[in-house]
């Protein structure tokens, strides 16, 4: 089973940018798409990017995603007050024959 | 604008049953796998279960497996989970969730729900 490690924290301060990582375990991480959703403080998660650097409408280009073997990052730059939540990685897993999330990042603007 | 509106939560004591449905609205319902995913209070997310967009595939984790059943009716655009021999560690904040086509869709969730809080205690 794949297993997602990202970092439970990170800040910054407005207009600073920040990355997130999300390191993958498994052996064919390399070869698969990674996902990032943001979930603020007392909402549902909402996808920010798709197939490693995609941005579905409607989401700032302030939030970049890449991938480089068996690591992903997500990188918020411009920070504002507003993106302050928990960003969770994400991939599929053919054992699981299903999604597999990481534990989450809580990003805190000081 | 794609809607999805799950009710049926609420509390119930370990060993009993819930069940779950999503209102979805603003997409053509049968055509994309749907899912549950949940978050247990102050944890992060875990996928629960998912179904094709025919409502021919079904899978379910296996912390679920035997317990709970995910369905669907493509007529009323519902999405349904049916939780049985819930424990105390079932409970959690459940979202419904969209995938982006009718097969094996769930792997990337495009849109979810506001969520369903079930908690099992006694």
């Known amino acids: 089973q794949s297993v997602l490690t990202q970092p439970p924290s990170t800040s910054g301060t407005p207009g600073q940018e920040v990355t997130i990582s999300c390191s993958g375990s498994s052996s064919n991480f390399a070869r698969i798409t990674v996902n990032w959703y943001q979930q603020l403080p007392g909402t549902a998660p909402k996808l920010v990017i798709n197939?490693?650097?995609q941005r579905p409408a409607g989401v700032p280009d302030r939030f970049s995603g890449s991938k480089s073997g068996t690591s992903a990052t997500l990188a918020i730059s411009g920070l504002q007050s507003e993106d302050e939540g928990d960003y969770y990685c994400?991939?599929?897993?053919?054992?699981?024959?299903?999604?597999?999330f990481g534990g989450g990042t809580k990003l805190t603007v000081l | 604008e794609v809607q999805l509106l799950e009710s049926g939560g609420g509390s119930v004591q370990p060993g009993g049953s819930l069940r779950l449905s999503c209102a979805a609205s603003?997409?053509?319902?049968?055509?994309?796998?749907m899912s549950w995913v949940r978050q247990a209070p102050g944890k992060g997310l875990e996928w629960v279960s998912a179904i094709s967009g025919s409502g021919g595939n079904t899978f379910h984790a296996d912390s679920v497996k035997g317990r709970f059943t995910i369905s669907r009716d493509n007529s009323k655009n519902t999405l349904h989970l049916q939780m049985d021999s819930l424990r105390a560690e079932d409970t959690a904040v459940y979202y419904c969730?969209?995938?982006?086509?009718?097969?094996?869709?769930?792997?990337?969730?495009?849109?979810w729900g506001r969520g369903a809080l079930v908690t099992v205690s006694s």
């Open positions: 994400q991939v599929w897993d053919d054992s699981l024959n299903g999604p597999v």
């Open positions: 603003g997409f053509t319902f049968s055509s994309y796998a």
């Open positions: 197939n490693n650097n």
């Open positions: 969730a969209k995938g982006d086509h009718g097969g094996y869709g769930w792997g990337l969730l495009t849109d």
